[in-house]
């Protein structure tokens, strides 16, 4: 049964059976390249002792880390202004969450256009994987994340964070505010992006214009000189031979 | 005094075309009829049966009946036409309804004609037996472990069938489906891992095997008994990256046997999918190669996202190519960091490590977290990129070069460094295939398969770029070649880059895929409904079966998914790139010292949360 179409001397061995392991050079074998190697540490050495700033490290308590504003830590439930909670306990948090931390218990609101409200929430700390998976559900941004990342406890009941300490830390103070849906700083940012883009593009069509009112006056000018040449400078300018509308 | 050269590798695809039709690797289904049909007609008719090409299937598969699996395996290895010649991954599948209830599933890959072959052998409950692979492809060895400890398969012929991922006192077999997700076992002393060491004087008749009893004396063996000594290294040790126990039997300094236990870091990944929507799966695939979470994230999701039919939209394809190649130079930034200081060379991980956190702030900035990333969604990414995405990855193109060189001039050269790496651990690149490697540690060994040239994907075939190759095969290649492809990899980003952001949305704009935005569901109901409907009930994916490969930090890292039509997997295997690279570990450190034990494992970049899963 040989139906093989390839016949089986033609063709290479296609791996290597052997290894070829690197061969040490004279100078290598006299330990030369270690010089290079002591100015590239001597390089750092005096670059961390005359910049200090530049070096990545920071020391903890005291000099914190700057998180982006997306940072996904502590959990915060966010309030109405009245000061109660936004929840309205529709379990969408708890049904998305991967890690199965959130737990809730709803009750009726008395006001009847709320419905529903939560006695109990809780998330546990040690089971939380910090996904953001309950931000996205939510309907009612009623859980959004802070900036907060040291989350120390003393035994492993406090873990359990219950709604009044989720609450707490929600000051509307921007700095504190981590991964949620929105982000009215970025807008800003993003805005500023859009400006200075469009003034770019001012910048570059007014130049243009400038260039082609320029170019056809050359060209007026010539075509009065010298009538029959003036179509082809016309059609080799680089703009559009008609002027845009200012 | 140039090293050896890493010249750009031709592409496998390329330069394959003999095997009628399936030279394309994937794409080739027309054919699949009369496929290999000079392998297949050496087998008796009837004990293997293509799938028909309309079945849906994303690459040739035959149902195999386990009679001539054996023969087949050394037939497919062997054949001229065929030449498949890695097993890339083993995964057991349960279905409780049928009569055959066990399926075993090969994922076979012919690295010089660039094809794939799956093979379905399936295995009644009441003669769970299946012939071994391990003499065809050693790779077998542990996927075979990793079968019978999860599925109660046996293997006849196989040298140490073993659990692998469970501890040894465990009962059951944990992901057959009747198996509860929520049991737990006191796991009890008295039954441990018995070490399986391949010494030729019989060793390990009943030796080293209890609690604190590795050191003791055989009581068999040859004369100079008292010139042996058995230790352990781990489970939990410095040197040992993560939790692995290494027993190690030592003449004198040299390690003449070794064995190893994994499965410390073991959570039951697969089984946790199984009870969990597919979206819910996505933060669970970032704890398995947590040195490049992000990559994970991307194969996951783009298996689902093939499994549907659907595509990412040019900006999330775009920005998943970038921030994947940042991530691969974070995990060789932490492999080749922490190997030098497995070697003594502290100094480079300090500068290693400054590339990666500067990288983890992209990556916060991006989703809002450094390690655990979470940022893919199926469907494109969880949220838009931020608007300074372009100005800090050009900040990071400048930052990670100079670090790079740093380390290159400290140690390509170094005489103290090249003598405790080069010839160390080496295996030669056919070796080296049929213990199942792929990614760098495959490259240094001489073979040029790359996932991301072989069968392209995300943007990788619209880009410049080189698969380096070095020949040596030892540690010294190993760290060579990573330094090499982070140039790489940022060649691919600084293209990219050029080319500019595409327009559009992040994520696509199905509602039975991905949420709908935030706006709409405040202010709209069928939105709202929408999102109330995907969260509870959860993606429906459409039934089928798919693997599909993506290049990860250290090799092909595949997800196998089964899906039976509803919100959660059906069944999800993982192929995780280090777990036949560990499997070869015990063989590369014989014959060595235990300090090259050390530095061999840190130059394998085994990540401890993706070999156990």
């Not at chain 2, 509602?511 to 935030?518: Q, R």
Request: with cysteine; net charge negative.
């Amino acid at each position: 049964m040989n139906t093989s179409p390839v016949p089986p001397a033609a063709e290479p061995d296609p791996y290597p059976t052997t290894t070829r392991p690197y061969r040490q050079s004279v100078a290598e074998r006299l330990y030369l390249p270690l010089v290079g190697g002591l100015l590239v540490t001597l390089r750092h050495f005096l670059r961390n002792l005359f910049h200090p700033g530049r070096m990545l490290t920071i020391e903890y308590p005291e000099e914190r880390r700057n998180y982006s504003h997306r940072f996904r830590g502590h959990h915060i439930l966010t309030t109405r202004p009245d000061g109660s909670v936004r929840c309205v306990a529709c379990f969408l948090c708890a049904q998305a969450c991967p890690a199965e931390c959130i737990h809730i218990e709803a009750a009726e609101h008395p006001d009847v256009n709320i419905e529903k409200y939560p006695v109990v929430y809780e998330i546990d700390m040690l089971r939380c994987v910090f996904c953001g998976y309950c931000v996205d559900a939510c309907p009612e941004e009623a859980i959004i994340m802070s900036n907060n990342y040291d989350m120390a406890y003393f035994n492993r009941d406090q873990t359990i964070v219950g709604k009044a300490d989720l609450m707490k830390p929600f000051t509307f103070d921007e700095e504190l505010l981590g991964y949620r849906p929105r982000y009215p700083e970025e807008e800003a940012v993003r805005a500023k992006m859009r400006r200075e883009a469009f003034s770019l593009v001012d910048a570059a069509r007014r130049a243009r214009q400038e260039q082609t009112a320029e170019e056809l006056s050359a060209v007026s000018a010539t075509s009065a000189a010298t009538a029959p040449p003036a179509p082809p400078t016309a059609a080799g300018s680089p703009a559009s031979p008609s002027a845009p509308p200012s | 005094m140039s090293p050896t050269t890493a010249g750009p590798a031709a592409s496998p695809g390329g330069a394959s075309s003999g095997a009628g039709g399936a030279g394309a690797g994937l794409a080739d289904l027309a054919d699949l009829a009369n496929l290999y049909q000079g392998v297949r007609s050496k087998f008796p008719a009837g004990s293997i049966t293509p799938v028909p090409a309309d079945a849906g299937f994303d690459q040739p598969t035959w149902i195999v009946e386990r009679d001539v699996l054996a023969e087949l395996a050394r037939e497919l290895r062997d054949n001229r036409e065929t030449r498949f010649d890695l097993l890339m991954d083993l995964a057991g599948v349960d279905f409780p309804d049928r009569q055959e209830r066990f399926e075993a599933v090969y994922h076979l890959y012919s690295v010089p004609r660039n094809a794939r072959l799956r093979l379905k052998v399936p295995v009644a409950e009441s003669d769970p037996v299946l012939p071994s692979l391990v003499p065809v492809w050693n790779a077998a060895n542990w996927a075979e472990r990793e079968v019978f400890d999860m599925f109660g398969l046996r293997f006849t012929g196989h040298p140490n069938l073993s659990r692998i991922l469970c501890h040894e006192a465990f009962q059951g077999h944990p992901l057959r489906k009747d198996y509860d997700a929520a049991r737990r076992w006191i796991l009890t002393e008295d039954k441990i891992y018995k070490p399986h060491f391949d010494l030729p004087g019989g060793f390990q008749a009943g030796q080293a095997g209890g609690p604190g009893q590795g050191h003791e004396i055989p009581e068999s063996g040859d004369d100079d008994l008292f010139e042996r000594m058995t230790i352990n290294i781990g489970p939990s040790h410095p040197a040992m990256h993560g939790t692995f126990r290494l027993m190690a039997v030592l003449d004198g300094e040299t390690i003449i046997a070794s064995d190893v236990e994994i499965g410390y870091l073991h959570r039951c990944f697969e089984k946790m999918c199984e009870t969990h929507t597919w979206q819910q799966v996505i933060p669970y695939t970032d704890r398995l190669n947590y040195c490049s979470s992000f990559i994970n994230n991307v194969a996951y999701c783009r298996t689902v996202e093939k499994l549907l039919s659907i595509e990412a939209p040019p900006c999330a394809v775009w920005a998943r190519t970038i921030l994947s190649e940042f991530s691969r130079i974070m995990d060789h930034c932490v492999c080749n960091g922490t190997t030098l200081v497995d070697a003594g060379g502290l100094t480079n991980f300090w500068y290693m490590f400054q590339p990666r956190e500067e990288i983890y702030g992209l990556l916060e900035a991006c989703c809002g977290a450094r390690l655990t990333v979470s940022y893919c969604r199926i469907g494109g990414l969880s949220q838009e990129l931020p608007p300074d995405f372009m100005a800090r990855c050009r900040r990071l193109l400048e930052i990670i070069p100079p670090f790079v060189s740093d380390v290159e001039k400290l140690c390509d050269h170094n005489r103290i460094w090249l003598d405790r790496a080069v010839g160390v651990a080496a295996i030669s690149g056919a070796e080296a295939v049929n213990w199942g490697w792929t990614g760098p540690c495959l490259r240094a060994s001489g073979v040029p398969f790359d996932v991301r040239r072989a069968q392209p994907y995300d943007l990788y075939d619209t880009v410049d770029w080189d698969v380096p190759v070095l020949y040596g095969g030892d540690i010294y290649d190993r760290y060579r070649i990573r330094n090499l492809e982070i140039r790489q990899s940022l060649k691919i980003i600084r293209q990219l880059l050029d080319r500019g952001m595409p327009e559009g949305p992040f994520i696509v704009d199905d509602p039975h895929v991905a949420l709908p935005p935030k706006e709409k569901a405040y202010n709209e109901m069928e939105a709202m409904i929408y999102h109330f409907k995907l969260i509870m009930d959860g993606i429906q994916v459409p039934e089928g079966e798919l693997y599909l490969p993506t290049e990860g930090a250290n090799g092909e890292l595949g997800f196998y998914i089964l899906s039976d039509g509803t919100a959660k997997p059906y069944r999800i295997k993982v192929r995780p790139p280090c777990f036949p690279i560990m499997s070869t570990f015990s063989k590369l450190i014989r014959g060595g010292s235990v300090s090259d034990a050390v530095i061999s494992l840190g130059g394998l970049n085994v990540v401890a949360g993706e070999l156990e899963r």
